[in-house]
């Protein structure tokens, strides 16, 4: 894998490619579930970013939950998300009614900006509701498509992440790797090293974590990809 640093990396994180015409939206969840618990609600919150910097308010978005073995109408829970106090924000409570690994579906209901997050595992009430313990690099897996760095970004080096791909207005992601110093600082201050090539080119500053960052660098540095495929 190479490794890019300095002004050349820049360019290959912010150089977009030709925008998609049309209306699309970032969605990046603030606190991503490890675990969820039959019978507990579960606070989900987001933001709503239109081409990936302005907030959206007056948005009614619906969260669904929905086992993942269950078939097109069955297993699925629908629960409505309510603005939050920041601009762009909104809050839903999602509490499973049975156990299984489910998929979170949050839907801005606003052209096609939706995400599907990776599975997540919902345990019954009394069970250990410890949190697996996972590496760095399947925390970033989850944190890339929770956070939204898959709306622009592709990763055809993970076909389940890729799937959830939706817009190339981002430089494609697949096989890179990055100075991890570098990386983490364009993490945590996207606007650092900004070179803007369009109004839709602009990485949006997603507020996250020095752990997640640490996982989300550990991912996109390719930690792991080639067991999952």
């Known amino acids: 894998m190479r490794r890019i640093t300095g002004v050349l990396a820049a360019g290959i994180v912010l150089v977009a490619a030709a925008p998609a015409v049309g209306g699309w939206a970032v969605i990046s969840v603030k606190d991503v579930p490890d675990?969820?618990?039959v019978g507990q609600p579960t606070t989900l919150a987001?933001?709503?970013?239109?081409h990936g910097e302005t907030p959206m308010t007056g948005l009614?978005?619906?969260v669904t939950l929905k086992r993942r073995d269950a078939g097109l109408l069955r297993g699925r829970q629908r629960f409505t998300a309510v603005a939050g106090h920041?601009?762009?924000?909104?809050?839903?409570?999602v509490t499973p009614?049975?156990?299984?690994?489910?998929?979170?579906?949050?839907?801005?209901?606003?052209?096609?900006a939706r995400i599907t997050l990776l599975p997540v595992q919902a345990v019954a009430r009394g069970e250990s509701?410890?949190?697996?313990?996972?590496s760095a690099a399947d925390r970033g897996r989850v944190l890339f498509v929770a956070k939204g760095c898959v709306t622009c970004h592709e990763k055809r080096d993970d076909a389940v992440v890729q799937e959830r791909h939706q817009t190339s207005v981002g430089p494609d992601l697949t096989g890179r790797g990055f100075a991890a110093d570098w990386l983490a600082t364009k993490?945590?201050?996207?606007?650092r090293n900004r070179v803007r090539f369009s109004?839709?080119?602009?990485?949006?500053?997603?507020?996250?974590?020095?752990?997640?960052?640490?996982?989300?660098?550990?991912?996109?540095?390719g930690g792991g990809i080639a067991s999952r495929q």
């Open 46 to 50: 987001f933001t709503v970013l239109q």
């Open 60 to 62: 009614e978005p619906t």
């Open 129 to 134: 509701a410890r949190a697996p313990v996972v």
């Open 199 to 221: 109004e839709w080119a602009v990485m949006p500053d997603l507020d996250l974590g020095e752990s997640e960052i640490a996982a989300l660098v550990a991912y996109v540095n």
């Open 86 to 93: 920041e601009r762009g924000s909104y809050v839903a409570t």
């Open 97 to 112: 009614d049975e156990p299984g690994e489910f998929m979170i579906t949050i839907d801005a209901e606003w052209h096609e």
């Open 35 to 37: 675990l969820l618990v």
């Open 187 to 191: 993490l945590a201050d996207p606007a």
